[in-house]
T-cell receptor, first 111, second 114 residues
């Protein structure tokens, strides 16, 4: 079934790296996404990774995918105050356009 | 230019009322969605339309009725509002229904039931 797990809260100093983790249970997921939600705003697509990739880098963002452990992580380098938000991982299943979201991880960047 | 726009942004109303939320996308996408985000920030899909046809209908009370007059619009009508309907409702769209089609979200409608 679809079950995406995320930890809840992360506090990080400005300039440091932050890592957000996510686990999922459905091995048939083809694409995995990271979305960012700033306070009072909608969800902004940050990046996504296809399931046959191990890593994807996009500027300050690095996505790592461990299919064996069904583990997805998002690393934000040189974290800025504008990175303070809730981050959601989401998976989409083969042949299905349902996005299943994790519970979200709130990142607070301390100046 | 806003890609996916929802109105209203805030909606406060009393239990038992009927209300509608509107969504429009100017991305030329074929598929639109409604999601509900509860007070714990958990997001769950409610409905999806592709070219005005319903393709996903999750377990949602039939008090909720989506309507898609054309592929750029997907409105959500809610009858007999209940306290548990208080949430943020997000509209989204994607080019198609394939797995590689990222979904783009609106800013949400914050519905509060008194």
């Amino acid at each position: 079934g679809e079950d995406v797990e995320q930890s809840l809260f992360l506090s990080v100093r400005e300039g440091d790296s932050s890592v957000i983790n996510c686990t999922y249970t459905d091995s048939s997921s083809t694409y995995l996404y990271w979305y960012k939600q700033e306070p009072g705003a909608g969800l902004q697509l940050l990046t996504y990774i296809f399931s046959n990739m191990d890593m994807k880098q996009d500027q300050r963002l690095t996505v790592l995918l461990n299919k064996k452990d069904k583990h997805l992580s998002l690393r934000i380098a040189d974290t800025q105050t504008g990175d303070s938000a809730i981050y959601f991982c989401a998976e989409i299943l083969y042949g299905n356009n349902r996005l299943a979201f994790g519970k979200g991880n709130q990142v607070v960047v301390i100046p | 230019d806003t890609a996916v726009s929802q109105t209203p942004k805030y909606l406060v109303t009393q239990m038992g009322n009927d209300k509608s939320i509107k969504c429009e996308q100017n991305l030329g996408h074929d598929t639109m969605y409604w999601y509900k985000q509860d007070s714990k920030k958990f997001l769950k899909i409610m409905f999806s339309y592709n070219n005005k046809e319903l393709i996903i209908n999750e377990t949602v009370p039939n008090r909720f009725s989506p309507k898609s007059p054309d592929k750029a619009h997907l409105n959500l009508h809610i009858n007999s509002l209940e306290l548990g309907d208080s949430a943020v409702y997000f509209c989204a769209s994607s080019q198609g229904t394939g797995e590689a089609e990222p979904q783009h979200f609106g800013d949400g409608t914050r519905l509060s039931i008194l």
